[in-house]
């Protein structure tokens, strides 16, 4: 008699736990945006006391800029990687950000850049380390993912093989504004000295993006930190402390003091935290970041968007530029803690 009850108890629970199984499954494809997108424009936010409503403006219209770049990808079907691509370029392009056009100075005023991207279906990845005259950091760090054997490239090999492929190129002078001069003279007079001998002035940009597809894709783009010696390289151009994409976790970008984030492995250890302790996307970065980072002085942030949609925002830094889209309409662009 008890066989006979376990007999027919055992298909009704196997039922049930498919159903439940099944119902959850809904649940979690429906709350999953058909897209989503992620930006920042660095770590490194001039104080809430010191920033004029032009200047907030100002950067409030560059992230929107930014976002709707690479959100018009999204919505009409476009990958992952087009759209991180798109809004990236859109802010190496606007002088506010420290990448591209606008980036700071090494010790000796020069523009080294350096960018990386991934792209978490393949977790291919393409990066590019103290350039001067390649117009798109970001272009190039995709080129040596797609047409290269190799993953990282640097200086004049790396320029060279970016012409040889057609990407744009610009004359150093190109990357140099005014600001950034002034600010490089201040810190040799030294009335901006920092501990670091760098200035803390966390401009890098980035992105990360989920597509209809279900791919995840994420890229950094910098100048640096302002008076670092020629030929320093940041976490920028590195996978794995800058930038780090994997469909099966998540998509990341950083920002903030690279040497911590190098040897801190930051953007994948967000990654590995999801996938070894099943931790959501929001628990690993603030962990990260605001446990970790900050417990050694480590200032920074990072953007990050999950397999499920899911966007991370964390920063332990006075502010960080920075907003999202998403395809259920949410979307938000804020520079300080008080914003969420
Ligand atoms: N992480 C960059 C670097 O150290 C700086 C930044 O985020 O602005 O090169």
Request: proline share 2%; hydrophobic share 40%.
């Amino acid at each position: 008699m008890r066989y006979l009850c376990l007999l027919l108890v055992i298909p009704l629970m196997l039922q049930w736990g498919c159903e439940s199984g099944n119902a959850q499954t809904t649940a979690e494809k429906k709350a999953r945006p058909e897209y989503a997108l992620v930006i920042h424009g660095g770590a490194g936010a001039i104080k809430k006391s010191k920033m004029t409503p032009e200047l907030e403006k100002a950067y409030r219209a560059a992230l929107e800029t930014a976002l709707q770049a690479g959100e018009t990808i999204l919505k009409e079907g476009g990958a992952a990687q087009d759209a991180v691509i798109a809004a990236i370029q859109s802010m190496e392009e606007n002088p506010l950000f420290n990448s591209g056009k606008g980036a700071v100075l090494t010790n000796q005023g020069k523009a080294e850049l350096d960018a990386s991207f991934m792209d978490g279906k393949s977790r291919n990845s393409g990066a590019v380390a103290g350039v001067r005259t390649i117009k798109s950091p970001i272009a190039a760090a995709r080129l040596v993912m797609d047409s290269s054997k190799h993953v990282m490239m640097s200086g004049e090999g790396a320029e060279i093989f970016a012409k040889s492929y057609g990407l744009e190129m610009v004359e150093n002078d190109y990357f140099i504004t005014e600001k950034r001069k002034s600010q490089l003279a201040r810190i040799l007079e030294g009335q901006m000295a920092s501990q670091a001998g760098m200035k803390k002035k966390y401009g890098t940009v980035g992105c990360a993006a989920l597509d209809k597809e279900g791919n995840l894709a994420a890229g950094t783009s910098t100048g640096g930190m302002m008076n670092k010696r020629y030929g320093r390289v940041g976490d920028a151009p590195i996978i794995g402390a800058g930038t780090y994409a994997d469909n099966a976790s998540c998509a990341v970008s950083c920002t903030g003091h690279g040497e911590y984030f190098i040897r801190n492995v930051v953007a994948y250890d967000v990654a590995a935290r999801m996938s070894y302790l099943e931790e959501s996307l929001e628990k690993a970065a603030n962990y990260i970041i605001m446990d970790k980072l900050k417990a050694i002085n480590a200032s920074g942030g990072l953007i990050a968007v999950d397999k499920d949609g899911n966007i991370a925002m964390p920063f332990n830094s006075s502010g960080m530029y920075r907003g999202y889209a998403k395809s259920t309409g949410e979307r938000f662009i804020g520079i300080y803690h008080d914003e969420e």
